[in-house]
């Protein structure tokens, strides 16, 4: 760009900054980038498009967030500003891959097994409201078919879900649905997706439905911040860390709780004095609105 200067009878050039995009590190110009609008971070809109595409590709369209794992924010992509940056065809099947992914990790519905019949079934809850991990027999509004929630066959009454894996076809042989402790393939206890364990510790979480569960005895231990199923009973010192990096790991949870109290208590006197201040602003907000009510004609 050309900006002429009279004073000085001369053109002085002034060139537009360059910002470093992060994924495919290319200056490209101010026009060229492209804002997430949840957390502000800059990338080319090239690089953009193509880091949607790749992930609808591959089917990870549940929980899109910013291509920087150091964002501070992790924001987050939304369904309208992916709409505006992908193909139509590309969001239709990024709309169809999310509903299939939202109903599989529903535990009251379920798609009917049938073959053509893509109906969507209520699975019936406990007295308490949570969905049974007991196999329940689901009957297809559409189709009339009477099937299993957990292993999606024809309802099979008193028998496990076993049980009838092994009296049919060998070709329809699977991972089994109860908890052998020595096996090297489970089930989740949620969403009863296939899980393997290599090594590690037995704190284990399902990639699919973030589930948190001992690897030994299937127990959920969403609410075990510290570890204490493995300080008794049959899964006792089964953990797999050492004694040292287990009471590290309670004091890390027990000081983050610590100083959040901290910080409440210190900021408690504070929150008082401006208490007042803040009634006082709303009570004019809302004094000021009720009289443009009253000065409004009729």
Not at 63 to 80: E, H, N, V, W
Not at 110 to 133: M, Q, R
Not at 165 to 181: C, S
Not at 216 to 242: A, E, I, Q, V
Request: negative net charge; contains cysteine.
């Amino acid at each position: 760009m050309a900006a002429y200067s009279a004073s000085r009878n001369s053109v002085d050039l002034a060139i537009d900054p360059l910002i470093t995009c992060r994924l495919c590190l290319v200056e490209c110009s101010l026009q060229d980038m492209y804002e997430l609008r949840d957390c502000k971070c800059l990338y080319c809109e090239k690089c953009v498009r193509m880091y949607l595409s790749v992930l609808i590709t591959d089917g990870n369209v549940l929980y899109i967030t910013c291509p920087d794992a150091m964002c501070k924010k992790s924001g987050q992509i939304q369904p309208l500003e992916i709409e505006s940056l992908v193909e139509p065809k590309m969001f239709e099947r990024y709309k169809r891959l999310k509903y299939q992914k939202e109903i599989d990790l529903d535990p009251n519905r379920t798609f009917c097994p049938e073959n053509g019949c893509e109906t969507i079934c209520h699975v019936c809850s406990t007295s308490t409201g949570e969905t049974s991990t007991r196999p329940t027999p689901v009957e297809c509004p559409s189709c009339g078919l009477q099937f299993c929630s957990i292993c999606k066959s024809k309802w099979h009454g008193t028998q496990t879900c076993d049980e009838v894996m092994l009296h049919g076809k060998h070709e329809d042989f699977g991972i089994p649905y109860t908890n052998t402790e020595d096996a090297s393939i489970k089930r989740c206890p949620v969403c009863h997706v296939p899980i393997e364990r290599n090594d590690g510790c037995a704190q284990m979480m399902c990639k699919r439905c973030k589930h948190v569960f001992c690897w030994y005895c299937l127990t959920s231990l969403d609410d075990d911040f510290l570890l204490r199923h493995y300080d008794k009973g049959p899964c006792k010192n089964k953990l797999g860390h050492t004694r040292a990096s287990v009471i590290w790991h309670r004091t890390q949870v027990v000081g983050i709780f610590a100083g959040f109290g901290v910080l409440l208590l210190v900021a408690s006197p504070f929150l008082l004095l401006a208490a007042p201040c803040i009634l006082c602003c709303k009570c004019k907000v809302c004094k000021c609105c009720e009289e443009e009510d009253e000065v409004l004609p009729t």
